[in-house]
């Protein structure tokens, strides 16, 4: 252990740590604690998964907080989600048990009398949720100099969740307006485990202040992994059905292979959403049942209720006990959820970063980290087209572990350059917080918090227009700004805090007892899944959106729609790599080696190693792009608007981002890649693939900004013919 170091933290910490025996502190906290205790510097901690990040950014900054304590709440913890704030006010707790230092979390689930206690006497640490931070800042306003006026730390802990986010934005936003009220500008200490580029990430920590970011490095020692990659035909098309409310009865192999994968184990399942969490555990729950097996299985994500989260976190945490949850990104993030022995990926994550995350979920006690992935496709006539016979998950899943094994590469986050939903948030937010301005303060307040750096004064005095147009801010006869009676309406719910969108729900309960929310309702005597159980509807109430349920025997199904994720260019050329390469990976299992084999020599057969446009049936070929979400969504763009006519093209349909097929006149098949080079050859803009009628409304506030802005956002936000010429212009070298 570094004694220097060690004898600089606080009498408190340096108890903590011997109650705890800790044989050394490690290299990202002696790292941290030069950084914090030398300089004036922000502070970004960039390390793995279980290096001790957190307690890197505490021990310092409660040691500079004992030696000279605040006058207000001194530092401010900011946390993705409540889960994650629960498990740190209990970690921070046991920390600061022998010092004189309050620690508070404040979120949705935290109760009044709690809180009441802060805003009375406002010290130490608060943890917090951006939702909730802005409604201190809404609400009380008139109280921030009291509440934060001695602020000197903000902590955002997985920082990678809110970069390139209108929720990051938020943060950014609401850290200028706290530092504009006080007159105080605090240290900023980040915390991420998957930043690729930390360039990037230190100009967004340090956003809005005139202070640098320190990144220490730290080498940390070679991991050891255990990787395995499993497929399946038909996961889920060899069950029988039957019964009321499709009960699915037969095991499939797939279902199988995954409950030996997890049984008798600490086992944490991640899908990518929620449908398939729920299918994989009421089929691993039926086999248990089956064979006599104990239930240990949970569904853990956004539609569960807080209870029943919290009881799969428990049995996550109980040691010696084995549990097997499945969950969404809900528990990708850094919860303490004990010794897992195993992670299995069902299907591919969307990204290197999300693999990542996962991966470090496991091999915490200087254990190698388990990791299984497990894909499956619909098997697939040989008479089908041949992007329909591609295993897309199989070759990205391979793609991702072999872009971190080769290059410990991990996707950079690109800033939001035209925030318009949060543009129209903030706005409100600071009309609510300050009852009324004159539109030129309002601009000052709005336009001057970097992240609205790139929104012009025109394009703000449009927005102001039309919100008087629709009534969300009314124009005074003392020429002042306030809140409209359409815009009441809006700022008036507690939703208006979060800039993520807020999905209604039907509520599911059994008696009182909350078991979470579905979108729609099925109707009386119906059955479906959530939390991992059957249910039979007995009542709807429509009004109050509550639908109760008694659980029942058997198995159903349930459906939420997925978010799509972007998925980044080296991904989509990784995988070009994997099919026309002949390596055979060492973690494949028999299966997925023999699928890969399979699809080589289809690949091979096609030409795909040739040509990225090939001929299927008469009048159709189809594009294999190899580029990521945003270019492929851009080469769609310019078909679409540019080829529609020169081309005779009737439909473009297809998957992004793995291959776009065209029906198009058979005399101009040989003309397609021509004019796709030609077109990118040419001065075409993001703004000229976006038409004069297109108002694509993708944020929560999308609905209440004008077309024009919302034109200029989504071509700048979404669209990129950079990108797209770079990679058409790659076409001509494969």
């Known amino acids: 252990m570094s004694s220097d170091i060690f004898s600089r933290l606080a009498p408190f910490v340096q108890e903590y740590i011997y109650n705890h025996n800790w044989s050394e502190l490690r290299p990202v906290q002696i790292e941290a604690c030069k950084v914090i205790f030398n300089t004036d510097a922000h502070l970004l901690i960039a390390a793995g998964t279980a290096s001790g990040k957190t307690e890197a950014a505490f021990l310092p900054v409660l040691t500079l907080l004992h030696e000279h304590p605040t006058t207000t709440i001194g530092a401010l913890y900011i946390g993705p989600i409540k889960a994650l704030i629960n498990d740190q006010f209990e970690r921070l707790n046991d920390l600061l048990r022998e010092a004189d230092i309050p620690v508070w979390h404040w979120h949705g689930d935290v109760n009044q009398s709690h809180k009441t206690k802060l805003l009375k006497n406002p010290r130490g640490v608060l943890q917090i949720t951006p939702e909730s931070l802005e409604s201190l800042l809404i609400n009380k306003h008139n109280d921030l100099v009291r509440l934060f006026g001695d602020l000197r730390f903000v902590i955002i802990d997985e920082i990678h969740a809110f970069m390139g986010s209108e929720r990051g934005c938020q943060i950014l936003c609401q850290l200028a307006r706290l530092a504009r009220v006080t007159q105080k500008q605090p240290r900023r200490v980040g915390l991420s485990a998957t930043l690729g580029d930390y360039f990037m990430a230190e100009d967004w920590l340090r956003s809005g202040t005139d202070k640098s970011v320190m990144t220490p490095k730290i080498e940390g020692g070679k991991r050891q992994i255990k990787l395995a990659v499993e497929h399946f035909y038909g996961g889920e098309i060899n069950r029988k059905e039957g019964g009321k409310g499709n009960i699915e009865e037969s095991v499939s192999a797939y279902d199988r292979y995954i409950f030996n994968l997890s049984k008798s184990r600490k086992c944490l399942i991640f899908a990518n959403n929620k449908s398939q969490t729920e299918s994989i555990i009421a089929s691993l729950r039926q086999i248990a049942a089956d064979e006599g097996h104990p239930d240990i299985y949970y569904v853990h994500h956004g539609s569960i209720s807080a209870s029943l989260r919290q009881t799969a976190e428990a049995a996550m945490r109980e040691p010696n ?33 999300s693999f990542l995350q996962r991966l470090g979920r496991t091999g915490r006690r200087s254990e190698a980290a388990d990791m299984r992935f497990v894909c499956a496709e619909e098997k697939v006539s040989s008479e089908a087209s041949l992007p329909e016979q591609i295993p897309w998950q199989l070759l990205q899943c391979i793609a991702i572990i072999q872009l971190y094994l080769e290059e410990r590469w991990i996707e950079p986050i690109k800033p939001l350059r035209y925030p318009l939903s949060l543009l129209y948030h903030q706005t409100m ?79 599911v309960k059994q008696g009182t007892t909350e078991i979470g929310s579905i979108v729609t309702p099925s109707p009386v005597g119906h059955l479906f899944a959530l939390a991992g159980k059957t249910w039979e509807v007995l009542d709807i109430d429509f009004k109050r959106k509550i639908i109760f349920v008694k659980q029942v025997e058997g198995k159903a199904t349930i459906y939420w729609r997925g978010g799509s994720g972007t998925i980044h260019t080296k991904i989509l050329q990784r995988m070009r790599q994997v099919l026309l390469e002949e390596n055979e990976y060492s973690y494949l299992q028999q299966n997925a080696l023999k699928r890969l084999q399979s699809v080589r020599e289809l690949a091979k057969d096609a030409g795909l190693d040739k040509r990225n446009i090939l001929q299927l049936e008469k009048g159709k070929c189809c594009i294999f792009p190899w580029m990521g979400t945003v270019a492929y969504r851009t080469l769609e763009r310019l078909l679409n608007g540019f080829c529609r006519e020169s081309l005779e093209i009737s439909s473009i349909s297809g998957d992004n981002p793995y291959f776009l097929t065209i029906k198009l006149a058979p005399k101009k098949i040989e003309y397609l890649y021509s004019e796709i080079l030609s077109l990118c050859e040419q001065r075409i803009n993001n703004e000229d693939l976006v038409g004069d009628a297109e108002a694509p409304q993708i944020q929560k506030y999308d609905e209440f900004i004008p077309d024009r802005l919302l034109r200029k956002a989504f071509a700048s936000n979404n669209l990129d013919m950079s990108e797209l010429r770079e990679q058409v212009a790659l076409w001509q070298t494969y």
């Open 321 to 353: 006990h084995p549990a097997v949850t499945a969950a969404t990104l809900t528990l990708e993030l850094g919860i303490d959820i004990g010794y897992l022995e195993r992670v299995i990926q069902l299907e591919s994550p969307l990204s290197v970063a």
């Open 429 to 507: 937010s600071a009309l609510v917080a300050m009852k009324k301005l004159s539109p030129a303060a309002l601009a000052t307040q709005v336009l001057s918090l970097p992240t609205f750096a790139a929104i012009s004064k025109e394009d703000f005095k449009l927005l102001l227009r039309y919100l008087i147009d629709i009534n969300h801010i009314q124009l005074t006869e003392q020429g002042k700004l306030i809140i409209g009676l359409t815009g009441e309406k809006v700022v008036g719910k507690f939703q208006f805090y979060a800039v993520f969108p807020d999905n209604q729900e039907y509520i």
